[in-house]
């Protein structure tokens, strides 16, 4: 009988976190996906078979000399029969056996009879991440079109802290989704910049100008954007966070350096400037730290202005994104002052929220909004950052879809976003 679900063959390596590859697995059959799998050696001693077949509801594979497997589907047919295989996890032996075009079990022949997309989830310890044979070995598969989810950093069941950690199954998920169905990510064709974090303006070489942005709104509109399909460049001031999954990362320290890179990533479609850039910065900052001195007078600062990034995207031109959303952060007079802003700055959309120390939203994990077009306000309650992040990816898939290709949207549907 034919089956019209997406189909993914599942390859499971030897390695601690095989037992989220079973997880991944509900995930995937929740979201209609037909999931087989071949399980290496190794990786049976991590997880039984048995497991594996109860979730998935199919034979589990596992031996290239089986004259029954052979028969009922042998290793060249298995290598073509599904839409994508996903080596989960990808240890470093399995990378390097996969580089080399090694065949001696199934999952390597497999791999190699194959002339479907192959996604690779690599986890392992971080000195074999970082070692120059796995480094050489991820770039020889992400030439060949091998395409890679993680690693993330994180603590390791080896007790150590660093990349290598296998990313969490509802991002693998997200990840194989979006590979499976890239017509049905509505943003699928489309770029997108993002700006996120703070920016350090240097004082001498050990002191600095900041403010408490922790660039998490950023970083999660980034991913919620690059979830709908976009591709997305994430500039980014100083920040603790890891790069969101399929998002280009640019790091920058100063506002001069954001706009440059700003401006490398044109042109684009949409732009969300979230980034807390600093308004000023020290004229002519000391090369040498600045000393002090008993008795004397504590050191004037002149400060001049930074590049307003926001009024520059905004600007009318060629390179201008058709759709250009930013970001104010208010702690008085919210509405009427985030109004004013976008009315100044030229952009499409403005996101006001309170950043008084009692919100708790500078640095939180919460936030509060209002939307701000140039037909109106709509405000939306306090939710997680993500939550924003996937209501306001929402609303730009809806512009998008609402317009010809040809204009610059400046409001969406009404409606908080679902």
């Known amino acids: 009988m034919n089956d019209a679900r997406p189909s993914v063959l599942l390859v499971v390596c030897g390695g601690i976190a095989a037992f989220k590859a079973l997880e991944l697995v509900r995930r995937l059959t929740a979201r209609g996906v037909r999931v087989r799998a071949v399980l290496t050696r190794a990786g049976a001693r991590f997880v039984t078979p048995l497991s594996l077949q109860a979730l998935t509801g199919e034979?589990?594979?596992?031996?290239?000399?089986?004259?029954?497997?052979?028969?009922?589907?042998?290793?060249?047919?298995?290598?073509?029969?599904?839409?994508?295989?996903?080596?989960?996890?990808?240890?470093?032996?399995?990378?390097?056996?996969?580089?080399?075009?090694?065949?001696?079990?199934?999952?390597?022949?497999?791999?190699?009879?194959?002339?479907?997309?192959?996604?690779?989830?690599?986890?392992?310890?971080?000195?074999m991440w970082l070692h120059p044979a796995t480094r050489a070995n991820v770039a020889t598969l992400a030439a060949r079109g091998v395409t890679f989810v993680g690693p993330e950093d994180g603590l390791m069941a080896c007790n150590e802290t660093g990349p290598g950690r296998m990313s969490e199954p509802d991002t693998i998920a997200d990840a194989i989704m979006g590979a499976l169905r890239p017509a049905a990510r509505p943003l699928h064709g489309l770029r997108a910049l993002v700006t996120a974090g703070p920016t350090h303006e240097p004082i001498d070489p050990v002191r600095y100008l900041a403010n408490r942005s922790s660039g998490r709104q950023g970083y999660a509109?980034?991913?919620?954007l690059a979830r709908a399909g976009a591709t997305v460049t994430l500039v980014s001031g100083p920040t603790t966070l890891p790069p969101p999954p399929g998002v280009e990362l640019r790091r920058v320290e100063t506002a001069v350096q954001m706009l440059a890179a700003c401006e490398a990533a044109l042109p684009c479609d949409i732009a969300v400037c979230t980034a807390a850039v600093a308004d000023w910065r020290v004229a002519g900052a000391g090369a040498h730290k600045i000393k002090k001195t008993p008795g004397a007078p504590p050191p004037t600062l002149t400060l001049v202005?930074?590049?307003?990034?926001?009024?520059?995207?905004?600007?009318?031109?060629?390179?201008?994104?058709?759709?250009?959303?930013?970001?104010?952060?208010?702690?008085?007079?919210?509405?009427?002052?985030?109004?004013?802003?976008?009315?100044?700055?030229?952009?499409?959309?403005?996101?006001?929220?309170?950043?008084?120390?009692?919100?708790?939203?500078?640095?939180?994990?919460?936030?509060?909004?209002?939307?701000?077009?140039?037909t109106g306000c709509e405000h939306w309650p306090r939710m997680s950052k993500d939550a924003v992040a996937q209501g306001l990816a929402r609303r730009i898939v809806a512009a998008f879809a609402a317009i010809p290709d040809t204009d610059t949207p400046d409001t969406a549907p009404d409606g908080v976003p679902a």
């Open 305 to 374: 202005p930074n590049p307003d990034i926001l009024a520059h995207l905004s600007q009318p031109g060629p390179m201008r994104p058709r759709l250009v959303v930013g970001f104010a952060a208010e702690t008085d007079d919210v509405r009427d002052n985030a109004t004013a802003k976008r009315q100044r700055k030229g952009c499409d959309w403005i996101i006001a929220n309170d950043v008084r120390a009692e919100t708790g939203i500078m640095g939180g994990d919460e936030n509060e909004v209002t939307l701000i077009t140039a």
């Open 59 to 127: 034979r589990v594979y596992e031996d290239l000399f089986s004259l029954t497997d052979e028969q009922e589907m042998g290793h060249i047919a298995l290598s073509r029969a599904s839409d994508l295989i996903v080596v989960c996890p990808a240890t470093a032996d399995m990378l390097a056996r996969m580089a080399a075009g090694l065949a001696d079990d199934l999952a390597s022949t497999v791999l190699l009879a194959t002339d479907t997309p192959v996604m690779a989830v690599p986890a392992m310890n971080v000195r």
């Open 221 to 224: 509109i980034a991913n919620a």
